[in-house]
């Protein structure tokens, strides 16, 4: 959800004159979303610039951001080769869906709707 | 998407979540080099977790004031794979300040921008990219880099 908000903030700052950048590793969201220019670093989800103290990449990443920023003249997605260099089962592991964890992840959705149910009851809504 | 889906469905919840689509984009090219230009960051790091989740708002930040360590683990990330103890992974206040310092932008804006992750898309459209918009334009922001976990 974080990159479908940043997403349709990009989207509303260039209506307001500003150039934007979004630099992510969730392709399909911001590009189904589309804004102008997407940087994506194909890495697990919270490092979005490189991997925890890997400067280099995340300097890469910024730098090729603000590039794109100035050069580019029409919308564009860029994909950086930075990589991940831990266990390569990250992508097959995130939100994993199988017979060990399905009664937990039910009885965890059944907790997120009791819980939202008694936040909107408290007023805390949007 | 899909997994997100099947990982939402898995959950018991009935009816799959509307991602934002659009057909077109707005584009705004800079009208100066990249020496001349203001640069923003935009993130989904929490930087008030006191604030009940389902009601927090866009906030806009002096980078003065960035806290040390902001607050992450309410967020949809990687838990199992990595971290977000290095602040610089996903947000580049020291990278940005260097590049100020070496002249190759003109300097980083007065403040940086905290947009919550919100299911709906009209808190986001109507009241949340608004609130952003309206402040970079007071700080005269050239370009924002938006860096979603």
Sequence with gaps: MCHQSVSLTARHLEEFGIATVVIGSAMDIVTHCNVPRYLHNDLPLGNPLGSPGDRETQLESVLSALQLAISAEHSVVQVSDAAWKGDGQWKENYNKVDQSNRQALLRLGQENRKKRAENKARGLAR | ?149
């Design chain 2, 1 to 149: 998407m899909e997994r997100t889906r099947l990982f939402y469905q898995a959950q018991g919840f009935e009816k799959a979540y509307t991602w934002a689509h659009f057909e077109g984009t707005p584009f705004a090219k800079p009208k100066k080099p990249l020496e001349d230009c203001v640069v923003t960051v935009v993130t989904t790091a929490v930087a008030h977790a006191k604030i009940p989740k389902p009601i927090r708002r866009a906030e806009s930040i002096p980078f003065t004031e960035t806290p040390a360590r902001f607050e992450t683990s309410e967020l949809s990330w990687d838990k199992e794979t990595t971290h977000t103890d290095d602040r610089q992974s996903y947000f580049p206040l020291e990278i940005l300040n260097r590049l100020a310092g070496q002249r190759i932008i003109k300097r980083v804006s007065k403040r940086f921008h905290f947009v919550p992750t919100q299911y709906s898309h009209r808190a986001t459209i109507n009241t949340d990219a608004p609130s952003i918009a309206k402040a970079c334009g007071e700080d005269e922001v050239d370009i924002a880099l938006l860096i979603p976990l």
